[in-house]
């Protein structure tokens, strides 16, 4: 019976181990995506280092989304009504 018991043990262990590592994995794989569309959505829509405009932090966002969801990754984004009118150069919180 304790030859059972401790052979339940280490099953449950190492299937936790395993879990342990592929939700590192996951983390690392988002981290890096992460950053990565970060880079592409600065290098298409921003205009130098400065802060960004609501405007341009709208198309930012877009941009950075589209990238995640290319990637595989549930991103939120603005809705399209309000990046279309950003494309548009209409001032925020007008309509």
């Given at each position: 019976m304790n030859v059972r018991v401790l052979g339940?043990?280490?099953?449950?262990?190492?299937?936790?181990?395993a879990c342990g590592h592929e939700g590192m994995d996951i983390q690392q794989q988002y981290a890096e995506d992460r950053d990565e569309c970060r880079e592409y959505a600065e290098q298409t829509g921003a205009p130098g280092n400065t802060m960004p405009t609501g405007r341009?932090?709208?198309?930012?966002?877009?941009?950075?989304a589209r990238c995640m969801n290319k990637r595989?990754?549930?991103?939120?984004?603005?809705?399209?009504?309000?990046?279309?009118?950003?494309?548009k150069g209409v001032p925020l919180g007008t309509r």
């Open positions: 339940m043990g280490m099953v449950m262990l190492l299937a936790t181990a341009e932090h709208v198309l930012l966002v877009s941009q950075f595989g990754w549930n991103v939120n984004k603005p809705s399209e009504e309000t990046t279309k009118e950003a494309k």
